[in-house]
C-alpha cells in the first residue's frame, strides 16, 4: 500500500524528468527510487551510527569514572508541571551519578527497554519504507499498463461512466493528500524548525521533529510553538525585544499549514475540501498515516458516488414529475 500510494504521489516527477532528461520510463523509475533510498537511508544510517557512537562513549566514560554530569540552573526549577521534580532528581546525579543510577536502577531498566523497543520500532519502519520505495520505482516503470488495469477494475465494480470517473478522482485524492497533507506538514515543519534556531532555543532539532509529527496527525503546531517561547523566555540569555520578536515569529510560523492546506487540499478534485480533510483525520485515527490516505480517497470517492446517485434521483424526479404535469395537462384537454 505505501509502495502504491509512493507511485502515484511521485508519477509527476516521472513524467517531469521524463520529458527533460529524454530517459526511459525504466530509467526515469530506477533514478527515482534510488533517489529516494539514499535520501531516506544515508540520513538514518549517519543518526544511527552518531547515536551508537554516544551511546557506547558515555558507557566507557561511565565505566572509567570520568562521566561528569553538571549541576541544574535554578532556571530548571520553573519548568511547567516537572521543574522541581527535575531539578532535585538533575541534583542528586550531579552530586553523585554511581550512586543516582544504583538507586533508579528498577527505573531506569524499564526506561531503557522502552527506548530500545521504540528505536527498534522506528529502524523496522525505515527500512519498510524503503522497501516501500523500491517497490513504487518498479510500479513507476510500469505505470501505464497497472493505470489501464485498475481502470479496467474500476469499470468492473461500478459501470463503464462512473468508473473512469473514480479511478481518476482517487488517483488525484492520493495525491493531493500527499501534497496538501505530507508535504505541507514537511515545509510548516522546517520553517518552524529554522524559527526556533533563530530565535537560539535549546533543542530546536527535537522541537522540529515534533513540529512534523503534530502536523501530520493533523494536531496544532502552536501548542509545541507555545512551548518553545516558554523555554525561550525562561533561558534568561537574551533580551525582552529578542523574545518578544522571536515569539511572534515562532507562532506565526506554527501556522503555516492553517493558510497553506486550504489552498492545496482538494484543489483539483470534484469533492470538497473538508471531506478530503475529514477522511484523512479519520483514516489517520483509525490506521495511522497510511490510514490517512485510504480514508481520504474512500471518503472521496464515496462522496462522488453518493452524490451521483443523488443527482440521477433528483433528474429523474424532475423527470417523473414533468410527465406527470404532461399527462395531466393531457386528459385536462
Given at each position: 500500500?505505501?509502495?502504491?500510494?509512493?507511485?502515484?504521489?511521485?508519477?509527476?516527477?516521472?513524467?517531469?524528468?521524463?520529458?527533460?532528461?529524454?530517459?526511459?520510463?525504466?530509467?526515469?523509475?530506477?533514478?527515482?527510487?534510488?533517489?529516494?533510498?539514499?535520501?531516506?537511508?544515508?540520513?538514518?544510517?549517519?543518526?544511527?551510527?552518531?547515536?551508537?557512537?554516544?551511546?557506547?562513549?558515555?558507557?566507557e566514560s561511565y565505566e572509567a569514572g570520568a562521566m561528569v554530569v553538571p549541576p541544574p540552573s535554578d532556571s530548571v526549577k520553573e519548568w511547567p508541571l516537572v521543574g522541581e521534580k527535575m531539578h532535585?532528581?538533575?541534583?542528586?546525579?550531579?552530586?553523585?551519578?554511581?550512586?543516582?543510577?544504583?538507586?533508579?536502577?528498577?527505573?531506569?531498566?524499564?526506561?531503557?527497554?522502552?527506548?530500545?523497543?521504540r528505536a527498534s520500532g522506528a529502524a523496522q519502519s525505515v527500512f519498510l519504507m524503503i522497501g516501500a520505495i523500491i517497490i513504487a520505482g518498479i510500479m513507476l516503470a510500469w505505470a501505464e499498463p497497472a493505470t489501464r488495469s485498475m481502470r479496467r477494475i474500476f469499470i468492473s465494480f461500478s459501470n463503464n461512466e462512473l468508473g473512469p470517473e473514480l479511478h481518476q478522482l482517487t488517483t488525484a485524492t492520493l495525491r493531493q493528500v500527499a501534497i496538501g497533507v505530507i508535504g505541507i506538514a514537511f515545509l510548516t515543519a522546517m520553517v518552524f524548525g529554522a524559527t526556533v534556531a533563530l530565535a537560539g532555543v535549546p533543542a530546536a532539532a527535537l522541537f522540529t521533529l515534533v513540529a512534523l509529527m503534530f502536523a501530520i496527525m493533523q494536531l496544532p503546531v502552536t501548542i509545541v510553538a507555545l512551548i518553545a517561547v516558554g523555554l525561550l523566555w525562561s533561558s534568561g540569555e537574551t533580551s525582552p525585544l529578542h523574545n518578544t520578536i522571536f515569539s511572534i515569529l515562532i507562532i506565526a510560523a506554527s501556522l503555516v499549514d492553517n493558510f497553506l492546506k486550504p489552498m492545496i487540499l482538494g484543489r483539483g478534485l470534484d469533492v470538497p475540501m473538508p471531506v478530503v480533510l475529514i477522511g484523512a483525520v479519520g483514516g489517520m485515527m483509525s490506521g495511522g498515516i497510511l490510514g490517512m490516505f485510504i480514508g481520504a480517497a474512500f471518503l472521496s470517492a464515496g462522496y462522488q458516488v453518493f452524490m451521483k446517485w443523488v443527482d440521477s434521483e433528483s433528474d429523474s424526479a424532475i423527470t417523473d414529475t414533468k410527465s406527470n404535469q404532461r399527462n395531466s395537462n393531457e386528459s385536462n384537454s
Open positions: 500500500m505505501w509502495a502504491l500510494v509512493l507511485a502515484i504521489a511521485l508519477y509527476p516527477a516521472r513524467v517531469f524528468l521524463e520529458a527533460k532528461l529524454g530517459w526511459s520510463a525504466t530509467r526515469i523509475a530506477t533514478l527515482i527510487a534510488i533517489i529516494g533510498v539514499l535520501l531516506l537511508g544515508i540520513p538514518t544510517a549517519m543518526v544511527g551510527n552518531s547515536f551508537a557512537s554516544k551511546i557506547f562513549g558515555a558507557y532535585g532528581a538533575w541534583r542528586e546525579a550531579a552530586a553523585d551519578l554511581p550512586r543516582f543510577i544504583e538507586k533508579r536502577q528498577p527505573q531506569l531498566k524499564s526506561l531503557s527497554s522502552w527506548f530500545v523497543e
